[in-house]
C-alpha cells in the first residue's frame, strides 16, 4: 500500500511539473543563418540572421560563440553626424510576439579569427545564447558579399 501513495505522489508531481516544462520550451525561432565571404588574409566577416521570438515577453540574445572563429560579437551600425561605425552591444532585445533581423547597416554579428578559409556555399555552427537560458544552435551558410555591403574586413 506504502508503494502505491508514493507511485500515486510521483505521478502527482509529474502532472504537475509538465505543463511548467512545457511552457519553457523555447519562443525563440532562429532563421536565415548566414556570413559573408571574407577576402583572403581577413581575420574578421560579419553575420546576419533572422530571429523571431514567439513568446510574449521579451527576451536578449546575450552571446553568440562558434567553434569555427575565435571570438564573436554582436555589435549594431549607426550614423552620427554623418559618420558611419559600429558599435558593440553587450545584448539585443527580441520583443515578445515580434522579431529582429540581423542585417549588413543594423544589428549584426562580427565574427573575429576564422579556423580556416571560408568560400560561399560553406557552412559555419553558431550557438545563440538568451537571457532565458535558451540556447539554440544554427548553421550558417557562407555568402558571397552583395553590392554595396558594408566592408568589415578593417575592423579590428
Known amino acids: 500500500m506504502n508503494l502505491y501513495k508514493n507511485i500515486t505522489k510521483l505521478l502527482l508531481v509529474l502532472a504537475v511539473s509538465l505543463p511548467a516544462t512545457l511552457a519553457a520550451e523555447t519562443a525563440i525561432v532562429i532563421h536565415d543563418a548566414w556570413i559573408n565571404q571574407a ?9 546576419y540572421c533572422m530571429i523571431h521570438n ?3 515577453t521579451e527576451v536578449k ?9 575565435g571570438r564573436v560579437e554582436m555589435h549594431r ?11 558593440a552591444q553587450d545584448s539585443i532585445t527580441i ?16 565574427l573575429f579569427k576564422p579556423g580556416k578559409l571560408l568560400v560561399a556555399g560553406d557552412t559555419v555552427a553558431l550557438s545563440y545564447r538568451f ?3 535558451t540556447s539554440i544552435e544554427v548553421i550558417a ?4 558579399p552583395e ?4 566592408d568589415h574586413s578593417q575592423h579590428h
Open 39 to 47: 577576402p583572403p588574409g581577413t581575420d574578421v566577416t560579419a553575420g
Open 54 to 56: 514567439t513568446g510574449t
Open 61 to 69: 540574445l546575450i552571446q553568440v560563440t562558434s567553434p569555427d572563429f
Open 77 to 87: 551600425s549607426i550614423v552620427s553626424d554623418g559618420i558611419a561605425r559600429m558599435v
Open 95 to 110: 520583443p515578445g510576439n515580434g522579431g529582429l533581423t540581423l542585417k549588413p547597416g543594423d544589428y549584426h554579428l562580427m
Open 131 to 133: 537571457s532565458d537560458a
Open 141 to 144: 551558410t557562407v555568402r558571397q
Open 147 to 150: 553590392a554595396g555591403q558594408e
